[in-house]
């Protein structure tokens, strides 16, 4: 199956979530991605997991296998000039270059943006990095929630009159390598229609501070009216009708109702009589005169259902209310199931692993999810192509620079 990016080829120097999810997009869509492993150690990924038996090892990291599918890996030791020489040499037939190290990082290496330019004129280059490569925070250290933290986004999660609370685990580096990776494209787009170099400088902290992840809207709504757009949704959603998360029988529920669908919520529920009723109609916006009787009729046709139960009655009314979900009851999903979401591929030392598949459907070239590499997988294939013989990479390895 080929892909949208079937002949493109990027090199990939990234490591941990960001930079790797980037990449891993890549490849998933057909590109040719060459992933460039430390000898001995790999990619940091490699060591996160989740492992099988919680048993570490680094061919078997859950995370390694999601992030690297369809990427062939090499292994160089940058750090000495033949590792380097060699990455240059890869260059030379790179389409992209994505790296992920910390800023200023290439540079110490000898590896300065010009090099690759040298290299490959046509070339792209996206540099992934917490505070970007310039600035008074450059070299500062990060995780995803202090990113979130310093670009004002986990200050507005939770409740406005509580302590913020933390998202999901690497949320926001997922977030952060999807808007990289369309940059990329871009940048990769431009380097060869103008045969010219690109050098992309990708703040994780400015890419998630300006997404529509709250940080882009709330910074918008302050600069604008001084107010932030929680505080705003919090009061266009005062209503006596339910919105939020509510409890089923066996889990939770998520439901939107908006007043003008109030028919639609009083089919679900069995208040017909409700839907002409001047008493309710006209006072939709006051919880203290009819909150309480609204919350007593859902919660009384809400806690007999299993959270799959009350999903598909209200959306056949056109009611949007959702299921909230486990990580099990998705895996499970009949939807995904009809559209092939999770796709199963086979690893050498991982065993058979069931991933996320494609994400985005493309007609004619859909692209394919493949199984991620093992540390220095190819090096024989991938050294070979640039006219380096069996023996030659053995001599490389020897010399410790693979």
């Known amino acids: 199956m080929t892909g949208p990016l079937d002949g493109w080829r990027v090199l990939d120097l990234t490591q941990g979530i960001a930079g790797p999810y980037a990449t891993k ?10 992933k460039i492993e430390r000898p001995g150690l790999g990619d940091v990924a490699r060591r996160i997991g989740p492992f099988p038996g919680d048993d570490p090892h680094p061919e078997r990291s859950g995370m390694h296998l999601h992030l690297n599918s369809g990427k062939r890996s090499v292994t160089l030791d940058l750090k000495t000039a033949t590792g380097r020489a060699l990455l240059l040499q890869l260059a030379t037939r790179a389409d992209l270059v994505v790296e992920s190290f910390r800023a200023g990082t290439l540079e110490r290496l000898d590896l300065a943006p010009e090099r690759f330019a040298e290299a490959n004129p046509a070339t792209a280059l996206v540099r992934i990095s917490n505070y970007g490569q310039t600035g008074l925070q450059r070299d500062w250290d990060a995780d995803d929630l202090l990113i979130y933290a310093a670009c004002g986004i986990l200050q507005v999660t939770g409740e406005p009159d ?5 998202i999901g685990l690497y949320a926001p580096l997922f977030l952060a390598g999807g808007i990289a990776a369309a940059h990329a ?29 709250r940080g882009g809207p709330n910074l918008v709504s302050f600069q604008y009216t001084g107010t932030l757009m929680v505080e705003r949704r919090e009061r266009i959603l005062i209503s006596a009708l339910p919105n939020g998360v509510f409890p089923a029988a066996d889990g939770y529920i998520q439901v939107t109702t908006q007043t003008n669908w109030f028919d639609r919520f009083c089919r679900v529920i069995g208040k017909l009589e409700w839907i002409t009723d001047p008493r309710m109609t006209s006072n939709l916006n006051d919880t203290l005169t009819i909150g309480a009787e609204i919350e007593a009729a859902f919660y009384e046709w809400l806690l007999p259902r299993t959270k799959q139960q009350a999903m598909e009655e209200a959306q056949a009314e056109g009611w949007p209310l959702s299921a909230l979900n486990t990580p099990a009851d998705v ?12 796709q199963r591929v086979e690893h050498p030392l991982g065993g058979s692993v069931t991933l996320p598949g494609i994400a985005v459907h493309f007609g004619d070239t859909p692209g394919e999810l493949r199984r991620a590499p093992m540390l220095g997988e190819h090096n024989v294939e991938v050294l070979g192509e640039l006219g380096y013989a069996p023996r030659e990479v053995a001599a490389l390895r020897a010399q410790g620079a693979i």
Request: proline residues 5%.
């Open 162 to 166: 509580r302590e913020p609370v933390g």
């Open 25 to 34: 997009l890549c490849a998933d869509y057909g590109a040719d991605v060459i």
């Open 331 to 342: 895996f499970r999903d009949p939807h995904f199931a009809a559209r092939n979401f999770f």
């Open 185 to 213: 494209l871009g940048a990769m787009r431009a380097a060869h229609r103008d045969r010219q170099p690109e050098v992309v400088d990708v703040s994780l902290q400015e890419a998630l501070a300006g997404s529509m992840d």
